[in-house]
T-cell receptor, first 112, second 112 residues
């Protein structure tokens, strides 16, 4: 079993839809959880960052972490064509200097 | 603030040839990472530097890959000799601390 599992999609939605992206993980030592957005031919950029369990909201984006289920989610409200990208979940253990482990990424396409 | 700079953007070589990639991190960022991203996969850490010391190179194929960070600033990643399976995007990232990484646009390597 891989440490981080993410459905690669692709996921296609109409403009204005609510999008739900998810990752599961197997290592209970993960404490820091991130979502990165990657546009075609670009490097990933940090979108959301959370520590341990709970919710975090930033504009149209909400990140949720459920450590009991080893499940993290990213919700995008009122999706826009500019949200079309690959979304990568990433996580790491609570030790300084430990590496980020990335999921495969989910490709999202929002049509106008 | 200038981002992480990488060059070249694209490189095509034949197998068994050598290749080098260059990265200039964001000024003041002590930590520098090299990631390999194979098509359809999430980024995988190759090596992590803290200033000019190696923190983690456990997933670097040391028989063919080498990396150095000069004076704790710029870094080069070299592959010698290249194999077909090395075809990927090589991403450099830097961080002021280990939680939030800032990525460059990457070097896309094709090995024929």
């Amino acid at each position: 079993q891989k440490e981080v599992e993410q459905d690669p999609g692709p996921l296609s939605v109409p403009e204005g839809a609510i999008v739900s992206l998810n990752c599961t993980y197997s290592n209970s030592a993960f404490q820091y959880f991130m979502w990165y957005r990657q546009y075609s031919r670009k490097g990933p950029e940090l979108l959301m960052y959370t520590y341990s369990s709970g919710n975090k909201e930033d504009g149209r984006f909400t990140a949720q972490v459920d450590k009991s289920s080893k499940y993290i989610s990213l919700f995008i409200r009122d999706s826009q064509p500019s949200d079309s990208a690959t979304y990568l979940c990433a996580m790491r253990k609570n030790q300084a200097g430990t590496a980020l482990i990335f999921g495969k990424g989910t490709t999202l396409s929002v049509s106008s | 603030e200038a981002g992480v700079a990488q060059s070249p953007r694209y490189k095509i070589i034949e197998k068994r040839q050598s290749v080098a990639f260059w990265c200039n991190p964001i000024s003041g960022h002590a930590t520098l990472y090299w990631y390999q991203q194979i098509l359809g996969q999430g980024p995988k850490l190759l090596i992590q530097f803290q200033n000019n010391g190696v923190v983690d190179d456990s997933q670097l194929p040391k028989d063919r890959f080498s990396a150095e960070r000069l004076k704790g600033v710029d870094s080069t990643l070299k592959i010698q000799p290249a194999k077909l399976e090395d075809s990927a995007v090589y991403l450099c990232a830097s961080s002021p601390h280990s939680e939030k990484l800032f990525f460059g646009s990457g070097t896309q390597l094709s090995v024929l």
